[in-house]
């Protein structure tokens, strides 16, 4: 026993001085943890501290180097995911694990469907079983639906469905609500006291103080593989905490310039994508933050994707500093000078396999040539240059981005748009995952660059965020827009009144 | 993975230094394989597959595959064939044939690229297709007597060396792919596309340009294959170069390009074919027995896979081992407020 | 102003054959002879070249066999000549997948001074020494037309089921076949198709259900392949036609034995391939031993039979065997 | 419960009235196209020639599709399992010699299939185990098992044969024997195919072989025994592949070392065409056999309609084209419907902040 003087009830599961190493990164060094029944433990740390690889150890993905793993009190080794399952812990990982041919009830109970006579699959049970899951959670998902194609948030609310479905007696959340606007936070959140009061032991994880603030007891913080305290959260301040986990005192976290915006950059008018969005038309000009808020499933990213090219629109026309774009060839959208930074950074935005060097590279191998070839050097210190101002954490910048932590995915996906010099930048989700610290840094960055004439465009479901940052507030609901409202009237009340169609123009 | 990058290095080198060990060792020890003429038509016979195998490469690297190949080749010899006999010029043939791989290849390309078909699937029927057209155009016929001066450089030397007199334009060609594939925006970009479509796409590459134009450059290249092949036997038939592609597919695969796309060096993947060609040589030199070689064909492809496999873990192992080495001792436990 | 194919024939072909022969030179012993057939493991191809081996070995001569394990895999074909070359062997009987494809490294062989038989299959006339021919396909063609003509009683349609649309001897005997049927005394007999299974089992067996689904009135198919016939023997005898419909061809005796039995084939005919080898591999020695050249009108004893190279260097076997009831289990290859 | 919702519908409900149909629509209108062109093109064929669907007729097209759906239906199994099994052709041209050795040796036919069977059985373990336990590309190994094991078969048969001489008579009846129109072999390739389809829908380790086609690093984190599962997938489609090499010697009454050569590609044509998508976790064992019934159904319909055989190659090129030309445009359709389906059944009115806090 971990702790034979502390009275009360023993911890569900327990870590004890778990080292773990990738080559020759060490992820965890000696960090011990304990989680009570009926207790929300939040787990707060940098991109990198480790948070995640802690995580996977309890899952049973990662096997410790050193220390070990306690259940009940009595050491477990724990040879795959399927053996923390069966000793009652669920966990929802950071990237959605979906399998996106199968449906979403089937997703959700994959290996453990009801079963009705010689071990068949009841459907039935299946589905009613998602269904309700649904109700539980307030999302109307369709069970039946195949995950292929579920937005970002809407596969969180599966994940967090198969989590709940366990009755797991320890749930384990790595920033489940990254993706999440506050209403489905809220719900969440909702749930997860109902289970705590059940008696479950749940670990959290997020990048989002006040989340910490409002339904953990407990927090232990990690800096650099080591856990630095473990501590009661009642009495704490943010700032404390993020001291602990920085080291230092916060930056301001928006740092908003005041600039008169100029002419205008991006022009989109009328943009229509049959069946997404109808009928999209604004503005944004030189040296102006706009912010894009909605709810999840709105439509903010189609529209995103459609003013780049990925997706081809309907009718309507998009603009780069009065130059129209061609239909669907984001090529000629990034001659035009527009970047954007995708919401899905596994799927958008980097190559898993490729170098960090090679993947911010990707986006400049029309600029980077010399007499029609690559020119290393300079691909070389393009890319060093802006892993280095973006304070992305690797070892060398030869490795693959998988082996990064995912908020250093998510830096290097934004130095990967950044190194582009663009004139029209749009950012989807920029902070998604983002510790911080370092989304202090990012909100200066973005505000020196609207500074230096960049127009930008924040699509954001983190509504303080889009508050702090825009000079005017886009607001979209079921794929209209349905306000535009300047800096000074906006707030909580009434972009959410416009994003839930109650102000509907 | 960070490994499976650096084990695409690996493996080609090791390919290479298998191509190096077995030449010397056959040099060495195998009587009748170091005189030029069975260098020649060692060379010579491996020519087809080293030749298809540079377009190859870069499709497959780029997430695609073209099984279609063989077929192209044969029907540009078809084509030739039939064109000769009805008394055209071999001047005029030829660039005919090129364009007509030209049209093989995008044919592949567009079903791919505008129909969104999977490359396995579209070549497989083009494989069908094409091979039939050739057989629609020249039929039961075997047309041999093409001008001596063609078939003299298709099957000659350079001078008294061991070297085919062919083997020069395709260094060449080899030159061309691989400053392309490994130095170019475009074939930089092509690994990108192989690992990420969609990624790719994002970052403002012309993904199904570049596959349109990839699977054309591929017809083109089949065609110049089977034009060299209906050339270098002196015999144009409907049938000409039937299997080549698993042969293709077999040697670029030893040579450690990744059929999931985005991993590999052509370095990797000549190497891979001419190790396959010299191996076959060799063996029949050594009165290795067909069935036996295809055996080891078998057992190569099997261990190249393998192989790469076992040295990762081998040392992932000894990486392990040595950061818990070089580890300080565990830390006391912090002691907890609580 | 390029090349076509008329300036190419107006350049002519060279003769293969040079030198003089010796008709009474002395049998060589302890040569090397390499046989070369279109594909090892192929039933017809190993009994020949042990027919060649067997007369080695009389001859005082060696015997080895290489070759490819596919019989479309022409460059394989080639590298093995290469191969026989290179271990510089005496002389090679090659059973050629091309005419054409073959022929460089053929003359590459000569020009080594080995001395080049093909068998069973020709290459081009100036690429060999000499042609080992299984029968005249003369005589092929015209006999299976008379088997079938007797089995269907004179009247009725027929179709053929050839190999591969490529192979040059099914069509030599094809002509022939068409050739014989043109006699008044056939005219009552329709030749109505001739289709290809590519020497591939489930492709021959397609081709006579669509023979018989085009023809309901079918009355006989000649088959002049060992492949062919034997998948379309199997197929009538597991069908409503089986004793119907009238099949004959080329066949091995081995194969053909059940179907003869059971009613489905009367009689069918073909060469003895052990006597084909026979013949390819004395030859061989007859030319490394320089009792011929290849040239037409050249004589030379081989197994107590005398044969004559007839015109391009050609030497004909003989008769082939028909097969029937009566006499098919005094066979066995 | 922690909320109440008045405004929303009951969601036990919505899925059935347009969610069921709609995903169920989705598997089966992709093997509904494979059937419609089967059948326009059996259409086309009988007016062209009537004979061609007389019993004889229909037992032909029956039996030469028997072996092939039997292959396809173990390899769709592997392939939605996002591996590929090419030493199919291999095992079968084994097994059958296998089968038939024993038979010569005047063995109980039942014996020889067990023996076809266990022999296909060591091959799919083989493969399956350098599958999973290497974690190596299946195309490769399996490219590489392919030459293996018919290096072996040709050295081991050499140059003998086994003919229906060499049989029983009543194994070689079998072959071609049947209820009228419906041969043996056909009913028990019904049979596995029947049994096979059931198995992958209704039972858990079935759905778990789409789930890690899928997504195999979520099947590892869902806990899924994803090496077993992929060695069983292998295991069943050499099994299968053996079962088929035992009726291919039933049916044509003879093997040498070249049977089953270059199979391979013929029955990946069949799964593709089938619409079983080879990036894994998609397709049926349903229509690949549909796509194996396509593939030799045309080639007994080009000799019936008197197509000359120079013209079948390509005809049979463009008739594959064809056919996953039509699967994928349905399949896009498809996929159009869902998006303009609406992942949520209908957009909730969301609470505000205040209700939840109430839990
Ligand atoms: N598979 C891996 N291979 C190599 N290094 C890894 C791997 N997984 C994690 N790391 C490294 O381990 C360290 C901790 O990563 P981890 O993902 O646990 O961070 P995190 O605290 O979850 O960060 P974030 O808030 O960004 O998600 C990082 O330096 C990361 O680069
Ligand atoms: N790739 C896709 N394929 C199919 N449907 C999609 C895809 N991406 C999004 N959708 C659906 O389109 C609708 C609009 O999604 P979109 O992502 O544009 O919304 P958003 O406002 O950006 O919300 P989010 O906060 O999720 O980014 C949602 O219902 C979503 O499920
Ligand atoms: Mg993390
Ligand atoms: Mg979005």
């Given at each position: 026993m971990s702790h034979p003087s502390r009275p009360g009830p023993a911890p569900v599961l327990a870590l004890e001085d778990v080292a773990k190493s990738f080559g020759a990164v060490?992820?965890?060094?000696?960090v011990s943890l304990e989680l009570f029944p009926g207790e929300v433990h939040a787990l707060a740390g940098e991109n990198g501290a480790g948070k995640s690889t802690l995580i996977k150890t309890l899952a049973g993905v990662h096997r410790p180097d050193a220390g070990q793993v306690l259940l009940d009190g009595g050491p477990v080794v724990f040879h795959g995911p399927g053996d923390a399952r069966d000793a009652g812990i669920a966990v929802i990982y950071q990237e959605p694990t979906l399998?996106?041919?199968?449906?979403i009830a089937e997703n959700i109970f994959i290996g453990r469907q009801p079963r009705r006579g010689l071990?068949?699959?009841d459907h039935r049970a299946t589905r009613e079983a998602t269904a309700a899951l649904m109700e539980r959670l307030g999302v109307a998902l369709d069970?039946?639906?195949?995950?292929?194609?579920?937005s970002i948030a809407d596969q969180q609310i599966v994940e967090i469905a198969k989590a709940l479905s366990?009755?797991?007696r320890v749930l384990i959340m790595d920033?489940?609500?990254?993706?999440?606007t506050g209403s489905e936070v809220a719900r969440l959140f909702g749930v997860v006291r109902a289970l705590r009061e059940q008696g479950a032991a749940v670990l959290f994880i997020s990048h989002r103080l006040e989340e910490i603030f409002a339904i953990c007891q407990k927090v232990t913080t990690l800096r650099d593989g080591a856990r630095i305290a473990s501590e009661?959260?009642?009495?704490?301040?943010e700032d404390d905490l993020v001291r602990r986990m920085v080291g230092r005192d916060l930056d301001e976290l928006y740092p908003k310039q005041d600039v008169v915006p100029g002419e205008v950059a991006l022009s989109v008018r009328r943009l229509t994508r049959e069946?997404?969005?109808?009928d999209v038309s604004f503005e944004v000009r030189s040296g102006e933050i706009v912010g894009l808020a909605g709810l999840v499933g709105a439509g903010r990213t189609e529209v995103a994707r459609a003013v780049f090219g990925i997706d081809r629109r309907d009718a309507g026309e998009v603009e780069v500093k009065g130059r129209a774009l061609t239909n669907g060839a984001p090529s000629t959208a990034m001659a035009a000078g527009l970047a954007l930074v995708p919401e899905d950074r596994r799927a958008q935005g980097?190559?898993?396999?490729?170098s960090i060097e090679r993947n911010i590279g990707l986006t400049g191998l029309r600029t980077t040539v010399r007499a029609g070839l690559v020119d290393r050097g300079a691909e070389r210190s393009r890319s060093l240059d802006w892993a280095v101002r973006l304070h992305?954490?690797?070892?060398?910048?030869?490795?693959?981005?998988?082996?990064?932590?995912g908020g250093n995915q998510q830096k290097v996906v934004l130095a990967k748009w950044l190194a582009t010099g663009p004139e029209v930048l749009i950012v989807d989700?920029?902070?998604?995952?983002?510790?911080v610290g370092t989304k202090a840094e990012v909100h200066r960055l973005l505000s020196q660059l609207a500074a230096d004439g960049v127009a930008v465009l924040m699509i954001s479901s983190d509504l303080p965020e889009i508050l702090g940052m825009a000079d005017r507030v886009l607001v979209m609901h079921e794929g209209r827009l349905t306000a535009e409202i300047p800096r000074s009237d906006a707030t909580e009340e009434t972009v959410m009144a416009a994003a839930t169609g109650r102000a509907a123009a | 993975m960070p490994e499976s990058l650096t084990r695409a290095i690996r493996w080609d080198t090791v390919v290479g230094a298998l191509l190096i060990v077995l030449l010397l060792l056959s040099f060495g020890?195998?009587?009748?394989?170091?005189?030029a003429l069975n260098l020649s038509f060692l060379i010579g016979n491996t020519l087809p597959i080293a030749l298809i195998a540079l377009p190859m490469t870069l499709l497959v690297v780029s997430g695609e595959i073209d099984l279609s190949v063989a077929s192209t080749a044969g029907l540009s010899g078809a084509v030739m064939g039939a064109l000769w006999n009805q008394g055209m010029t071999i001047e005029a043939i030829i660039p005919i044939c090129l364009l007509l791989g030209v049209v093989c290849g995008l044919v592949n390309g567009l079903l791919v690229t505008?129909?969104?078909?999977?490359s396995l699937a579209v070549t497989i029927g083009t494989l069908a297709a094409y091979r039939g057209i050739a057989q629609i155009v020249l039929g039961s016929d075997a047309v041999t007597d093409f001008p001596s001066q063609y078939l003299d450089f298709a099957a000659?030397?350079?001078?008294?060396?061991?070297?085919?007199?062919?083997f020069l334009p395709f260094l060449a060609l080899l030159a061309i792919a691989v400053v392309t594939l490994h130095a170019t925006p475009f074939g930089r970009s092509l690994f990108a596309v192989g690992a990420n479509e969609e990624a790719a796409r994002f970052a403002g590459i012309r993904v199904r340009r570049q596959k349109l134009l990839l699977f054309t450059v591929t017809g083109m290249t089949a065609s110049l294959t089977g034009v060299f092949w209906a050339l270098h036997y002196a015999s144009a038939r409907y049938?000409?170069?039937?299997?080549?592609e698993l042969s293709v597919v077999a040697a670029v695969l030893l040579g450690?390009?990744?059929?999931?796309?985005?991993k590999g060096t052509l370095g990797g993947a000549i190497a891979g074919v001419f190790l396959l060609g010299a191996l076959q040589n060799v063996m029949s030199l050594k009165d290795v027995s067909a069935q036996s070689q295809i055996v080891v064909t078998g057992i190569l492809l099997v261990l190249s896979v393998l192989g790469p496999r076992v040295a990762r873990q081998v040392s992932a192992a000894r990486a392990g081992r040595r950061a818990a080495s070089g580890?300080?001792?565990?830390?006391?436990r912090a002691p907890t407020s609580t | 102003g390029g090349t076509t194919k008329e300036d190419v024939r107006k350049e002519g072909g060279a003769a293969a054959a040079a030198g003089k022969a010796d008709p009474d030179a002395e049998t060589k012993k302890g040569l090397t002879v390499g046989f070369l057939p279109k594909?090892?493991?192929n039933p017809y191809f190993t009994t020949a070249d042990k027919g060649g081996q067997k007369a080695l070995e009389e001859l005082g001569s060696s015997f080895k066999e290489v070759g490819p394990s596919?019989?479309?895999?022409t460059s394989g074909q080639v590298s093995y000549v290469n191969t026989l070359t290179q271990q510089q062997v005496d002389a090679m009987a090659v059973s050629a997948q091309d005419p054409g494809a073959l022929c460089t490294a053929l003359k590459q062989a000569m020009g080594n001074g080995i001395k080049v038989v093909t068998y069973d299959s020709d290459t081009?006339?100036?690429?060999?020494?000499?042609f080992v021919s299984q029968a005249s396909a003369e005589d092929l063609g015209r006999t299976e037309v008379q088997l079938l003509a007797e089995q269907i009683g004179f009247k009725g349609k027929i179709a053929i089921l050839s190999?591969?649309?490529?192979a040059t001897n099914q069509n030599t005997w094809i002509e022939f076949m068409k050739k014989e049927l043109?006699?008044?005394?056939?005219?009552?007999?329709?030749?109505v198709k001739v289709a290809y299974g590519n020497d591939d089992a489930q492709q021959s067996f397609q081709q006579t259900q669509g023979l018989l689904q085009e023809y309901p009135d079918l009355k006989g198919i000649i088959s002049p392949t060992t492949v062919g016939i034997k998948a379309a023997a199997q197929y009538l005898s597991g069908s409503k036609y089986k004793g119907k419909v009238k099949l004959t061809g080329l066949g091995t005796p081995n194969d053909m034995r059940t179907y003869v039995k059971n009613g489905t084939v009367e009689a069918f005919e073909l060469w003895d391939p052990a006597a084909l080898g026979d013949l390819a591999a004395r030859t061989a020695v007859a030319l490394a031993s320089g009792?011929?050249?290849?040239?037409?009108?050249e004589t030379f004893t081989a197994g107590g039979t005398e044969y004559t190279i007839g015109k391009d260097g050609v030497i004909n076997l003989g008769k082939p065997t028909v097969f029937d009831a009566k006499n098919i289990d005094s066979f066995d290859f | 419960m922690t909320v109440s919702a008045p405004a929303r519908p009951p969601l036990a409900e919505a899925p059935k009235s347009g969610g069921t149909r709609l995903a169920d629509r989705v598997f089966t209108m992709r093997e509904l196209a494979i059937l419609l062109v089967f059948l326009v093109m059996l259409g086309v064929t009988q007016a062209g020639n009537?004979?061609?669907?007389?019993e004889q007729g229909v037992k032909d097209l029956l039996l030469n599709a028997t072996i092939l759906v039997l292959v396809a239906v173990g390899q769709s199994l592997v392939v939605i399992t996002r591996n590929v099994d090419l030493s199919v052709g291999s095992t079968l041209g084994i097994s059958a010699f296998a089968a038939g050795t024993w038979l010569q040796g005047g063995g109980h036919p039942v014996v020889a299939v067990l023996l076809a069977v266990l022999m296909g059985t060591g091959f799919g373990l083989l493969n399956g185990l350098l599958v999973?336990?290497?974690?190596?590309?299946a195309l490769v190994v399996t490219l590489g098992t392919l030459y293996i094991i018919r290096g072996i078969d040709s050295i081991w048969v050499g140059s003998r044969q086994i003919t229906a001489a060499d049989l029983p008579g009543g194994f070689v009846d079998f072959g071609s024997g049947g209820i009228s129109a419906v041969p043996w072999l056909a009913m028990i390739a019904l049979g596995v195919l029947v049994a096979t389809a059931y198995y992958m829908k209704h039972f858990v380790s079935g759905r778990e072989l789409y789930a890690l086609g899928s997504n195999p690093e979520a099947a590892r984190l869902a806990g899924i025994p994803v090496r077993k599962r992929i060695l069983a997938a292998y295991t069943f489609c050499g099994a299968l592949a053996g079962l088929a090499g035992v009726l291919y010697l039933a049916r044509f009454g003879n093997v040498d070392s070249?049977?089953?050569?270059?199979?391979e590609l013929t029955v990946v044509s069949a799964v593709v065409v089938g619409?079983?998508?080879?990036?894994?976790?998609s397709g049926s064992v349903y229509g690949a056999a549909l796509g194996a019934l396509l593939l030799t159904s045309i080639n007994s319909v080009l000799p019936a309609l008197g197509v000359s055989s120079v013209w079948v190659l390509a005809i049979n090129g463009v008739l594959l084209l064809l056919a996953i030309a039509v699967d994928r445009i349905v399949a896009q359709r498809v996929a159009t419907a869902l998006k303009k389906?609406?992942?949520?059944?209908e957009l909730p009115r969301l609470p505000q902040k205040e209700d939840t806090r109430h839990a």
């Open positions: 060490r992820a965890l060094k000696g399998f996106p041919d199968l449906s071990g068949r699959i069970p039946e639906r195949p995950a292929r194609g579920l366990f009755d797991a920033e489940p609500t990254a993706a999440l009661p959260l009642a009495g704490m301040t069946g997404v969005f109808t980097l190559v898993m396999d490729m992305v954490k690797y070892a060398r910048i030869a490795d693959a981005v998988s082996t990064l932590s989700e920029p902070t998604r995952g983002i510790d | 020890f195998v009587d009748g394989f170091g005189n505008r129909l969104g078909l999977p000659g030397r350079v001078g008294d060396t061991f070297l085919p007199q062919a049938d000409n170069a039937t299997g080549l450690g390009i990744d059929f999931d796309g985005g580890k300080p001792p565990a830390p006391a | 594909q090892v493991n596919s019989g479309t895999d081009r006339a100036d690429c060999r020494h000499a190999a591969a649309q490529t043109e006699d008044p005394k056939y005219k009552d007999i329709e030749l009792q011929i050249t290849g040239r037409e009108g | 009537s004979a061609f669907l007389s999973s336990l290497g974690q190596v590309p070249g049977t089953g050569n270059g199979y619409g079983v998508v080879f990036t894994g976790g389906k609406p992942a949520h059944v």
